[in-house]
C-alpha cells in the first residue's frame, strides 16, 4: 500500500524531529487519507447549521429506525445498549479530581515551559488532561512544545526529573502556608499516582505546521492523536498505564464513529489490540446531547466516559438556537449546571453513562469544571472555596464519579468531596432510562427567568477583550475577571480557556440581533428596566471597557499588548458580535490572526473570512502564513 506523503512546513522536522519522529510521521502519512473526510463532515456540519438557521429548525432525537452514519448499528440497539464496549480500565477507576492545563508555556525556554507537566503530575489529581486544544496557545510552535513536554515528563526524562523535585519544593511551601502541612511526601513515587490524559484539538481545527500531499491542511486531530500515542504509547503500556484520550466538539455519532475509525486505524497500524486506546468525550455540544447513546455506541470498545462542562455548552445552545428571535440568554452569571436547560443535559448525561452495554458495562460521568483559583484576600478565598466545594457536592450527589479542576492548587480542597464517600466511582448508579419524547427535546432548550444587565454586558465584553489579547500572546489560558474587579482581591482570578470568550460574543450577539430587553436600570450608563440593548448602546459599553483596559496596570494587561494584540482583540469581539450573519466559531477569527501583531493586517483577515463565510459558507482554518 502506498503510503502518502505529507507537507511540514518550514525546517520543523528537523528543529522538532524529536517528536516528528520517523514513526509519528509515518503515522500522521498513514492516517492522513482521513483529512478528506473531515473536511466533509465539517462541510455538513456547516450545512446543518445553515439549514436550521434558514428554516427555524430545532435540533431533534434521531429516527430510532435508522443507522449511525459511518456504522452498521442502529439507533435502536444503540439506546438500548445492544453493543460492544469494554470494562473500564484499572488507572481510571478512580477519578475523583482531574485537573486540566497545557504541557507549555509560550516563549519559554524548556526548563520553565516543562514546569506545567510537574505541577501537574504532582498535584496529587487522580488525573490531568493536559490540554493541546482550547487552553494551550497556538502561537509559534507551541502545540509542538506541548508534544515535547509531554514526552520528556512520561519518558521521565532527566530535565523533567530536576524540574520536578524543584517543583515539588514549591508546592509543600504552598501547601504548608495554606493548609499547615505538606502534601508530597515522596516526589518520585507522587509523579507515578496521577494518570496522563490527553486532550486533542477538535475535528474543527487545522493543524498549523502539516499538510496533506495536496497542499490540504491537515485536520489538528490527526495530527495530535498520531503524534501523542506514537510518541508516549510504548513507554504508557510499559508502566501498566492507560493511553487515554478526551475528544472535544463532536457534535454527532456520525462524527464519533469517524474518530473510532481514525483511532482503530492508528491501533491497526501500530499493532495494538482494538480498544487499547480509551477515550473521554466532551459534551460540549447541543446536538450531541440528542445523540448520547449513539455517540456511546459508535465509539465502542473505545469509550470510557463523558464529561459535562459550561461554556462551551452554553456557546453551543446558543449557536444552535441563533434564528430564533425568542431565544435570549440571560446573564452569563446565571447560567448555571441547574438552569433550565443546563440541568435537563446533565440529567441525560447521567442516566446515558448508567446505561449498560451489551456486557453489562456502564460508563463514567465526570463533572464540570472548577475554574477558582485560591489566591486573593482571606475573605475573598474563604468564599469562594465555598462555593467551589458546594459545587463538587451537588455533582457528587447526582452521580458524578469525579471532577475538574483548573488549577493545581485546587486539587486537595476538592478531593475531599469524594474521599470522604470511599466509593471509586459511582458505575451503575440507577436513574431512570433515558426517553426521547418531544418533552426531553424542549427541555434541552428550556429557558428561565434571569437578570439580563449592563454590569452583565460589562462582564461580557471586558472577559471576551481580555480572552481575545491573551490568546494573541500565546496564553489560551488565562487567569481573568471583568476590569471593574481589577485591584479587588476580593473577587478571585478564574481560569479561563478558549469557551469563555466564545460564550461571551455568542451571549452579545444574541442580546444585539434578537433584542434583548434589559431587565434592571443602571444608573452609570442610563440605561432604564425595559430598553432595548442597542448596537449603540454595545458599541459604547465596548469603548469604555477597552478603555479599562488600556489603563490596567501590566498585571491585568501587559503593556506590550496595548498597542498590538488588544486592539486586534477589539477589532474581532466588535466583528463577531456586530456580525448580521452569526458567524459559528469565535476561535477562526482569532487563529487566522496567530502571530500577527498589525491591526490593518488583521482587519483584511478578518474581512477575507467573513466574506467567505457569508458569501459561500466556506470557514477559513488553515494557516495563512502557511
Not at 445552545?317 to 438552569?339: L, R
Not at 434578537?514 to 450608563?525: F, G, Q, T
Amino acid at each position: 500500500m502506498r503510503i502518502p506523503k505529507i507537507i511540514i512546513r518550514e525546517n520543523l522536522d528537523q528543529t522538532y524531529s524529536d517528536i516528528y519522529t520517523a514513526e509519528a510521521l509515518q503515522a500522521i502519512a498513514v492516517l492522513s487519507p482521513f483529512n478528506k473526510q473531515v473536511k466533509k463532515i465539517m462541510e455538513s456540519r456547516i450545512q446543518r447549521r445553515h439549514s436550521r438557521n434558514s428554516n427555524g429548525l430545532r435540533i431533534q432525537f434521531l429516527d430510532q429506525e435508522g443507522t449511525i452514519e459511518g456504522t452498521d448499528i442502529s439507533v435502536r440497539d444503540a439506546r438500548s445498549g445492544n453493543f460492544e464496549g469494554k470494562p473500564v480500565p484499572q488507572d481510571l477507576q478512580r477519578q475523583w479530581i482531574q485537573g486540566t492545563g497545557p504541557s507549555a508555556k509560550p516563549n519559554a525556554p524548556l526548563q520553565n515551559s516543562i514546569r506545567n507537566v510537574a505541577y501537574a503530575l504532582l498535584s496529587g489529581a487522580d488525573g490531568w488532561m493536559f490540554d493541546g486544544e482550547d487552553a494551550l496557545g497556538q502561537t509559534n510552535n507551541m502545540s509542538l512544545d506541548n508534544q515535547r513536554n509531554l514526552k520528556l515528563a512520561i519518558s521521565r526524562s532527566p530535565v523533567f526529573f530536576e524540574v520536578a523535585e524543584t517543583v515539588s519544593k514549591e508546592i509543600n511551601n504552598w501547601a504548608e502556608g495554606f493548609f499547615g502541612h505538606p502534601i508530597i511526601h515522596n516526589w518520585e513515587e507522587q509523579l507515578d499516582f496521577t494518570t496522563v490524559i490527553f486532550r486533542a484539538r477538535g475535528l474543527h481545527l487545522d493543524d498549523r505546521h502539516i499538510k496533506d500531499e495536496e497542499g490540504v491542511a491537515m485536520a489538528a486531530s490527526i495530527v495530535d492523536l498520531s503524534l501523542y500515542v506514537v510518541n508516549n504509547y510504548e513507554v504508557l503500556l510499559k508502566r501498566g498505564s492507560s493511553i487515554v484520550l478526551y475528544l472535544p466538539k463532536i457534535q454527532t455519532s456520525g462524527e464519533a464513529a469517524l474518530w473510532d475509525k481514525m483511532i482503530s486505524a492508528l491501533e491497526h497500524h501500530l499493532q495494538l489490540e482494538n480498544g487499547t486506546i480509551r477515550v473521554y468525550v466532551l459534551i460540549e455540544q447541543l446536538e450531541a446531547t440528542f445523540q448520547l447513546m449513539e455517540i456511546r455506541a459508535a465509539l465502542g470498545k473505545h469509550f470510557v466516559g463523558f464529561n459535562t462542562g459550561r461554556w462551551d455548552y452554553i456557546n453551543s445552545v446558543s449557536d444552535a438556537m441563533a434564528w430564533d428571535p425568542d431565544f435570549v440568554n440571560p446573564n452569563i452569571e446565571s447560567i448555571t449546571m441547574t438552569y433550565g436547560y443546563m440541568r435537563n443535559y446533565e440529567d441525560r448525561v447521567r442516566r446515558a453513562v448508567n446505561t449498560p452495554d451489551k456486557s453489562g458495562n456502564f460508563a463514567l460521568w465526570q463533572g464540570g469544571m472548577e475554574p477558582n483559583i485560591p489566591v486573593g484576600s482571606a475573605e475573598g478565598v474563604s468564599a469562594s472555596m465555598k462555593k467551589a466545594l458546594q459545587g463538587g457536592e451537588r455533582e457528587q450527589n447526582e452521580g458524578a464519579s469525579g471532577k475538574w479542576v483548573a488549577h493545581w492548587k485546587m486539587v486537595h480542597i476538592i478531593r475531599p468531596v469524594w474521599e470522604k464517600t470511599g466509593n471509586q466511582n459511582q458505575l451503575g448508579r440507577k436513574f431512570p432510562a433515558l426517553t426521547y419524547t418531544g418533552l426531553d427535546a424542549q427541555g434541552l432548550l428550556e429557558l428561565e427567568n434571569a437578570p439580563r444587565s449592563i454590569d452583565g454586558a460589562r462582564n461580557l465584553i471586558s472577559v471576551a477583550l481580555q480572552y481575545g489579547n491573551a490568546f494573541g500572546q500565546g496564553m489560551q489560558a488565562a487567569a481573568l475577571k471583568p476590569a471593574d474587579y481589577f485591584g479587588n482581591d476580593n473577587v478571585l482570578y478564574l481560569m479561563e480557556d478558549m469557551a469563555t470568550g466564545e460564550i461571551r460574543v455568542s451571549i452579545l450577539w444574541e442580546w444585539i440581533h434578537k433584542n434583548a430587553v434589559i431587565s434592571e436600570d443602571d444608573p452609570h450608563s442610563g440605561a432604564k428596566n425595559g430598553e432595548t440593548f442597542t448596537i449603540g448602546l454595545f458599541e459604547r459599553l465596548l469603548e469604555e471597557e477597552y478603555q479599562k483596559l488600556l489603563l490596567a496596570n501590566n498585571k491585568d494587561v501587559h503593556d506590550d499588548s496595548k498597542t498590538t494584540t488588544l486592539p486586534i482583540s477589539k477589532e474581532i469581539v466588535k466583528t463577531y458580535v456586530l456580525s448580521k450573519s452569526k458567524l459559528p466559531w469565535f476561535i477562526d477569527l482569532l487563529n487566522i490572526n496567530l502571530n500577527n501583531m498589525d491591526l490593518k493586517e488583521a482587519k483584511a483577515r478578518i474581512q477575507k473570512y467573513t466574506e467567505a463565510f457569508i458569501n459561500d459558507k466556506t470557514r477559513i482554518t488553515e494557516n495563512l502564513d502557511f
